[in-house]
């Protein structure tokens, strides 16, 4: 069955960085793109980020846009979120999501269960 | 900026009809998904595309389209669909690609 499992969560101060990783089994992870999505708490979804299946196409939201990179190594069936200059507003569960396409669908089939960031001084 | 326009509260009566709608400028190009999310849990996707459901979603789930308006119809709602749900399109501008996600609905079973 399919499964992702983020990791790399926890507390960091304001302007700080964090890594988060997606370990992901029971699918061919090489074919398929994968997005990064986010909740701050009590709050709605939010999109943050895509990767192709080959890595040769990423796209992201504005708001995170130049702090974030996306980043995947299909030979670990990892998907990666480097977060730089991190602020409040970025605490939030992160969710890596499979994209039910190569390319770019945006109908997101299976999700993990959630890394917490929380940003705080 | 692109937006999906979500009623933030439904209540429906067990047993009965419910429609849950989406708004936006995106749905006039793209179909939109539908996600159920319950307190504590991970989204899951319950419609995507003109009107499909994945492996496991009850078919009183329903997906319906029109102009810029996407709509998630549950057909004798049950307890255990009280939810969150919300909805989903991609978008473009120039040569980015973006997904933008409704606000959400919360979703009261009476």
């Known amino acids: 069955q399919v499964q992702l499992v983020e990791s790399g969560g926890g507390v960091v101060q304001p302007g700080g960085s964090l890594r988060l990783s997606c370990a992901a089994s029971g699918f061919t992870f090489s074919s398929y793109g994968m997005h990064w999505v986010r909740q701050a708490p009590g709050k709605g979804l939010e999109w943050v980020t895509f990767?192709?299946?080959?890595?040769?196409?990423?796209y992201y939201a504005d708001s995170v846009k130049g702090r974030f990179t996306i980043s995947r190594d299909n030979s670990k069936n990892t998907l990666y979120l480097q977060m730089n200059s991190l602020r409040a507003e970025d605490t939030a569960v992160y969710y890596c999501?499979?994209?039910?396409?190569?390319?770019?669908?945006?109908?997101?089939?299976?999700w993990g269960q959630g890394t917490l960031v929380t940003v705080s001084s | 900026s692109s937006e999906l326009t979500q009623d933030p509260a439904v209540s429906v009566a067990l047993g009965q009809t419910v429609r849950i709608t989406c708004q936006g400028d995106?749905?006039?190009?793209?179909?939109a998904s539908w996600y159920q999310q319950k307190p504590g849990q991970a989204p899951v996707l319950v419609i995507y595309?003109?009107?499909n459901r994945p492996s496991g979603i009850p078919d009183r789930f329903s997906g319906s389209s029109s102009g810029n308006t996407a709509s998630l119809t549950i057909t004798g709602a049950q307890a255990e669909d009280e939810a969150d749900y919300y909805c989903?399109?991609?978008?473009?501008?120039?040569?980015?690609?973006?997904?933008?996600f409704g606000g959400g609905t919360k979703l009261t079973v009476l």
């Open positions: 995106s749905l006039r190009s793209y179909y």
């Open positions: 990767m192709r299946f080959d890595g040769s196409n990423k």
């Open positions: 999501a499979k994209d039910m396409d190569g390319d770019y669908g945006g109908d997101f089939d299976y």
């Open positions: 989903n399109s991609r978008d473009s501008s120039g040569n980015h690609l973006i997904v933008i």
């Open positions: 595309g003109k009107n």
